[in-house]
């Protein structure tokens, strides 16, 4: 479990996002699981499972029916929809539709279609924010529960201490680059692109 | 995305000034040369040395469409910007001479025909690639990101250029099943010389001017991405 | 085993696209409602004289259907970026043109909706003689608005991004369905003036082939725009 530190616009989010394969680095290559982030970008969304401030849900569909579609696009229609809902605390609001919900409900609906992805590699971007300390622990729990079957995570922060307990190691973005002393260079479009490795368990993120 | 081929900040060289001289000095030679070694037409008199700038014109809005395909098909290919830069030059010039095609060909009509448009096949395929060619701009200038510019026209690029065959053809279909005569524009062989002349001529005009435009959007191209640098805040050490 | 995974997306995207549009508030009726208007413009800017109306019904219907469709291909896009939708969207694993093959899909399904309201008020208005032979006529219809959904729908998907979607999208669109327009027009003309069978025939297969290209090119283009 490793964390990404850093001031805003310091590229950590970019960062993020290029491991999700939803941007594509200028320069330098990214590999998840063997699997080359430009070339292999279906083989990567398999294994990746993105979380944002974005919260990528149909205003118009209720809770069970966004998780429903979810569950279809990301390949298992037969997931356990309820039990997703039911870990969440939206059971009571699963056929209201999404436009009344809150920031917050929102936010754990879309952990709700994390959960039921299962993905060997969490990529969080300020997973925290809008969540109440009930939300917090449900995020914290799911993190642990992937850590302890083997996958693994990459969680962008601006404040350490809602992921207590929850980080292995965490990394220091500033101006697009790691900033420890033994530097690796993760400039977007730099001259000397150097592989970073996140050591992140069996996982790889080269 | 490759990183940006930084094109270098020297002035354009004599030889360019010159080779441009030189296009120009061509073609208004062989302008001249047609204009008055052909002799007058039989029915149109000297209106029909129109055909001497029409006919090329013509020629030389396709061959930019051309121009537009190839450039965007290499770019989606091998993602380099330069031939997303070459695509849009073209697409430019190749508007402007859809334009020029679209007076002149109306400029004969009138006397010819005693109207300004009879929606023949060549003059309304021009009439629509000028169109296609038009949205293909207003797309670049609607989009910031570079890369989505890119992308964007290459594949909008690709596929208005597929089109203008098809637009031809369903044109000439509609004439025919109306049963529309087609008008004949044959060429006699004494004005076949110039024709081909000034065919060369305005190839190599156009070539110039695609090079020109390029050349300014190579620039154009290089300070955005300084600009882009300086907001990531990359250029520091 | 993936392909039937593709096939499930493209129904689901189907299922939500129509469920998202017949929730939102009167999507269809407005613009079901704006097609028979435009015909009504149409009906005043060629008639009252019956003859006239009659030989510009073809026309007039499907220029009807087109300015009516634009607004349903930048709404198809627009519930996707109301939430952030497209971004999830692009997460998922899967075909990017099974996404391009559900909005379609959903797209045709509206427009042929939409269409069957506006020809039969269409022909009312221009005094059309329907055919014996309607079933063919639709056929005719439903290529034509093939030609029209799939070009829409891929357009739509960058213009509805872009700064001026509201005219980038038409400036777009229609020089490219000239082809299409021509034929389909043509073709329905034809058929309802009881011409020479030939004529409609030989445009419906004109029509067909360049259904058949730009499904192709547009196709094969969508994953290129829909990414970046």
């Known amino acids: 479990m490793v964390g ?14 290029i491991v999700a394969t939803l941007l594509k680095a200028s320069a330098g290559d990214c590999f998840v699981y063997g699997a080359n982030v430009k070339s292999d970008g279906d083989v990567v969304r398999h294994h990746v499972g993105f979380f944002s401030h974005v919260p990528g849900l149909y205003d118009d569909l209720s809770a069970r029916e966004n998780l429903a579609f979810a569950a279809t696009m990301l390949g298992f229609p037969e997931a356990d929809i309820d039990a997703a809902l039911e870990r969440v605390g939206l059971t009571h609001v699963a056929h209201e539709r999404v436009r009344g919900f809150s920031a917050g409900m929102q936010r754990r609906l879309s952990l709700a279609r994390l959960i039921l992805q299962r ?3 969490l990529l969080l971007d300020e997973p925290y924010n809008n969540l109440d300390v009930a939300g917090i622990a449900l995020m914290n729990g799911f993190i642990r529960e992937l850590n302890a079957a083997g996958g693994a995570a990459v969680v962008v922060l601006h404040d350490l201490v809602p992921a207590q307990g929850v980080l292995d190691r965490t990394v220091t973005i500033r101006d697009g680059r ?19 490795t996140l050591p992140v368990g069996a996982a790889g993120i080269s | 995305m490759s990183p940006a081929p930084t094109p270098s900040f020297e002035p354009p060289r004599p030889l360019h000034a010159a080779f441009g001289w030189l296009v120009f000095g061509f073609f208004i030679f062989t302008q001249a040369y047609a204009v008055l070694t052909s002799p007058a037409d039989a029915m149109m008199g000297h209106l029909q040395k129109i055909m001497y700038v029409h006919v090329p014109s013509a020629w030389v809005e396709f061959a930019a469409v051309g121009v537009v395909l190839f450039g965007s098909l290499y770019f989606l290919w091998k993602e380099d910007e330069r031939a997303d830069l070459l695509a849009a030059s073209s697409a430019e010039v190749g508007a402007v001479f859809c334009g020029l095609t679209l007076v002149q060909g109306m400029i004969w009509g009138r006397p010819t025909w005693g109207v300004w448009w009879t929606w023949d096949a060549r003059l309304t395929s021009t009439l629509v690639l000028f169109l296609i060619l038009v949205g293909y701009l207003a797309l670049r200038s609607f989009v910031e990101d570079p890369h989505r510019r890119g992308q964007w026209s290459a594949v909008v690029g690709i596929i208005g250029a597929i089109n203008v065959p098809i637009v031809w053809m369903s044109v000439k279909w509609w004439r ?17 010389r110039g024709l081909l002349l000034n065919l060369a001529a305005f190839t190599l005009l156009t070539a110039w001017f695609i090079w020109r435009r390029y050349e300014a959007a190579r620039y154009e191209r290089a300070a955005e991405h300084v600009s882009q640098a300086a907001a990531l805040g990359g250029i520091d050490g | ?62 220029l009807a259907i087109l300015f009516a469709s634009v607004l349903a291909f930048n709404r198809s896009y627009q519930v996707e970026l109301d939430g952030g939708a497209l971004e999830a969207l692009l997460l998922y694993p899967g075909s990017r043109w099974a996404i391009f093959a559900g909005k ?47 070009l829409g729908t891929f357009y739509a998907a960058m213009s ?24 389909s027009m043509e073709a329905t003309k034809a058929f309802l003036l009881g011409d020479l069978l030939n ?30």
């Open chain 1, 4 to 17: 990404l530190l850093g001031h805003n616009g310091c590229g950590k989010s970019t960062f993020l996002r």
């Open chain 1, 119 to 121: 993905p060997r590699l």
């Open chain 1, 178 to 196: 790691v900033h420890t002393p033994t530097a690796a260079d993760l400039r977007h479009g730099g001259d000397s692109p150097q592989a970073i």
């Open chain 2, 176 to 192: 025919t099943m109306h049963q529309i005569q087609s008008n004949p524009r044959s060429l006699s062989p004494e004005y076949l």
């Open chain 3, 1 to 62: 085993m993936a392909f039937r995974d593709d096939v499930r997306r493209i129904r689901a995207i189907v299922w939500k696209d129509l469920t998202t549009e017949r929730r939102s508030k009167a999507g269809f009726s407005a613009v079901a409602a704006l097609g028979v208007t435009i015909l009504v413009l149409f009906g005043l800017a060629l008639g009252p004289d019956g003859k006239a109306l009659q030989s510009a019904a073809a026309g007039a219907l499907w």
């Open chain 3, 104 to 150: 379609l899909i959903a797209n045709l399904l509206f427009v042929l909706a939409m269409l069957v309201i506006v020809v039969a008020v269409g022909i009312v208005l221009f005094a059309v003689r329907v055919p014996a032979e309607w079933a063919a006529l639709l056929g005719i219809m439903m290529l034509g608005v093939v030609g029209i959904v799939s």
């Open chain 3, 160 to 183: 509805s991004r872009s700064r001026a979607r509201e005219v980038l999208l038409p400036l777009l669109l229609y020089p490219m369905l000239i082809p299409v327009l021509l034929a």
């Open chain 3, 199 to 228: 004529a409609s025939g030989a445009w419906v297969q004109m029509l067909s082939l360049f259904d058949v290209i730009f499904l192709v090119a547009t196709f094969l283009g969508f994953e290129y725009v829909i990414e970046v």
